[in-house]
């Protein structure tokens, strides 16, 4: 860990208005200032790592509102999960975490083979009857929790049906590889496909490799840095042999863990990689006028949740916004702290389900505030999170993702 970042925490508190969870507690140890000053103290040997400790940390999203306000440059989320993941480097993996981050998720097939249970659980209309019943009731409270965020999964992966090479309709104006996350395959395949319609409509040849992995965020979370490296390897390979301009996700924590990969993996080929990812909001808005042309008129009342991976991490804001206005018809009513997080974090909504409901509910709060009929946002994370908090609460707002709107008003 360096240790100067955390010596620059000049303690000046300009972070704790941004910190969800210190928002929710008012606890200086829930607070990036007392992260960084605990993570500092366990460095200079000062403090032990007491079950206590550990759990304070445990409590932050990684969601790195704190770097966005801090003067100094300091990300006490940042820090907080090298310091995890240092610690959890030297432990060894359990079953579970083995056979999800090196069984599982490196290998495609697998992962969509051990999705077909669910899928059928759904078609086999189990689930209405398990909710209906509240049969969940009688398991562990993390099954409970992700089966809540189950939303109905599409008929077959998206990698699976998606053809690895789709031509540019009209004149082509240049070549993309699509970096398809694996949640956006398995379970928000819509969103994926209204991107590469969207794309191709605009002119460009879409290239979707079908041998790509996981981008390695889950492995990063558990600490395993050899998993995170081979995926690194593995996707900066596939798509270095591509002559592509850009590589394209519509995946936010996908987008900012492969602009990583050159920090990872330090070589030419991976820092080109990393130079090319692109969120598909900032290919979107390079060609506005030629996709407005495109558009017809939606007559909704449409609001904007920052995922942190898009607007902290790769500091990406204004394109989703201008794209969505650009929708005639749509009206766009601006939310409230619309960058402060959703309480998704990945899976800290199932091991941390209390404060990631607290932190939920602020965000529902605000977005009844606008009266919007719609919110859109661009992270498979914050749609799982945001999906369940409307089904229960604002049944009547639907969530969509921003290439979902987009092709919704381009199919008008
Ligand atoms: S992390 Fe940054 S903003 Fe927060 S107290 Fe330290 S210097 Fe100030
Ligand atoms: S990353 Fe988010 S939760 Fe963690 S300290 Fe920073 S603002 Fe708080």
Do not use: W
């Amino acid at each position: 860990m360096d240790y100067v970042k955390l010596i620059n925490c000049m303690r000046c508190g300009m972070c704790l208005p941004t910190c969800p969870t210190y928002k929710e507690t008012f606890l200086e140890t829930a607070s990036p200032r007392g992260r960084v000053a605990l993570v500092r103290k366990i460095q200079e040997g000062e403090l032990d790592q007491s079950e206590r400790l550990l759990e304070y940390l445990s409590l932050c999203l990684d969601c790195q509102a704190c770097a966005t306000a801090c003067p100094c440059g300091v990300n006490a989320g940042e820090l907080v999960a090298e310091f995890t993941c240092e610690r959890k480097a030297g432990n060894r993996m359990g079953f579970m975490e083995e056979m999800v981050l090196r069984k599982l998720l490196p290998h495609p097939d697998r992962l969509e083979t051990a999705m077909i249970p669910m899928r059928l659980y759904q078609r086999m209309g189990l689930q209405k009857l398990v909710r209906t019943l509240g049969v969940l009731k009688m398991f562990p409270k993390p099954i409970g929790r992700m089966e809540g965020l189950l939303p109905d999964l599409p008929e077959k992966p998206l990698r699976r049906v998606i053809k690895e090479d789709m031509p540019a309709r009209g004149e082509t104006r240049g070549t993309v590889g699509f970096f398809l996350g694996c949640v956006m395959s398995l379970i928000f395949s819509d969103a994926s496909h209204a991107s590469i319609n969207l794309l191709t409509a605009l002119g460009y040849r879409v290239i979707t490799p079908k041998n790509q992995v996981c981008c390695g965020a889950p492995n990063m979370l558990a600490g395993d840095k050899a998993g995170l490296k081979t995926a690194a390897r593995k996707n900066v390979d596939i798509f270095s042999n591509l002559d592509v301009d850009f590589i394209v996700t519509d995946c936010g924590g996908c987008g900012a863990e492969l602009k990583k990969y050159g920090h990872y993996l330090e070589d030419a080929s991976s820092i080109s990689f990393s130079n090319k990812v692109r969120d598909i909001s900032q290919v979107l808005a390079m060609h506005a006028d030629a996709l407005k042309l495109l558009l017809k008129p939606l007559l909704l009342k449409v609001t904007f949740h920052d995922a942190c991976h898009i607007a902290h991490s790769q500091g990406i804001r204004r394109e989703p916004r201008d794209l969505i206005k650009l929708v005639p018809g749509l009206t766009y009513r601006e939310l409230e702290n619309a960058d402060a997080c959703c309480g998704s974090g990945g899976t800290y909504n199932i091991e941390k389900p209390e404060m990631a409901d607290l932190i939920l509910h602020r965000k529902l709060g605000t977005i009844r505030a606008t009266g919007a009929d719609v919110v859109v946002t661009g992270n498979p994370g914050c749609m799982l999170q945001l999906k369940k908090g409307l089904m229960d609460y604002l049944p009547q707002v639907e969530i969509l993702h921003l290439t979902e709107l987009l092709a919704r008003s381009m199919d008008a």
